[in-house]
T-cell receptor, first 115, second 118 residues
Framework: AQTVTQSQPEMSVQEAETVTLSCTYDTSESDYYLFWYKQPPSRQMILVIRQEAYKQQNATENRFSVNFQKAAKSFSLKISDSQLGDAAMYFCAYSRAGANSKLTFGKGITLSVRP | DTGVSQNPRHKITKRGQNVTFRCDPISEHNRLYWYRQTLGQGPEFLTYFQNEAQLEKSRLLSDRFSAERPKGSFSTLEIQRTEQGDSAMYLC????????????????FGAGTRLSVL
């Protein structure tokens, strides 16, 4: 079975600074997707960034980028120039490629941004 | 498009009562997923549909739970004889899957229905 582990329950970052959120996963599949989702308090979950396992290049979306280490099964999220609006719970998630597309989530990490 | 819509947003019920939640996916999306999220945890998969066909059910989905997507559009999740352990946020997500193009599996989530069982 696939598992996703987020071992840091909370992190804090100063506004305008950079923070890295860690995630490891376990799978026997060779083709899969990895995601970071953001869940602000009492608001819906939104996709931050997505990585396809067969692509070696790390995904980037504006201030958000990932460090995807396939051999180590590691998938960290870097947030640059942190903003107050980045404060939220962040979930790392995995899905197999192909027909079975359910997401397996980690426990999440609460990110606070200090002004 | 208004995104994935879930109703009601909050539901308070007494133990033993039946409850039903509704999810309206993004209109062109053919896949619809249900997840359950308890406080301080990540969402856990319950079930998913491709069009009207229910393709997979988690072991978390006991006999008291049933989900339908009768016309391949909106879906309902019913919980019969609710228990206090059913208290959670129930999330719906949708995505578009086209076999020949492969699935990018980008799932869009609704705001959820928070169930409290007293």
């Amino acid at each position: 079975a696939q598992t996703v582990t987020q071992s840091q329950p909370e992190m804090s970052v100063q506004e305008a600074e950079t923070v890295t959120l860690s995630c490891t996963y376990d799978t026997s599949e060779s083709d899969y997707y990895l995601f970071w989702y953001k869940q602000p308090p009492s608001r819906q979950m939104i996709l931050v960034i997505r990585q396809e396992a067969y692509k070696q290049q790390n995904a980037t979306e504006n201030r958000f980028s990932v460090n995807f280490q396939k051999a180590a099964k590691s998938f960290s999220l870097k947030i640059s120039d942190s903003q107050l609006g980045d404060a939220a719970m962040y979930f790392c998630a995995y899905s197999r490629a192909g027909a079975n597309s359910k997401l397996t989530f980690g426990k999440g990490i609460t990110l606070s941004v200090r002004p | 498009d208004t995104g994935v819509s879930q109703n009601p947003r909050h539901k308070i019920t007494k133990r033993g009562q039946n409850v039903t939640f509704r999810c309206d996916p993004i209109s062109e999306h053919n896949r619809l997923y249900w997840y359950r999220q308890t406080l301080g945890q990540g969402p856990e998969f319950l079930t998913y549909f491709q069009n009207e066909a229910q393709l997979e059910k988690s072991r978390l989905l006991s006999d008291r739970f049933s989900a339908e997507r009768p016309k391949g559009s909106f879906s309902t999740l019913e919980i019969q004889r609710t228990e206090q352990g059913d208290s959670a946020m129930y999330l719906c997500a949708s995505s578009f899957h086209k076999q020949e193009q492969g699935s990018k599996n980008i799932q869009y989530f609704g705001a959820g229905t928070r169930l409290s069982v007293l």
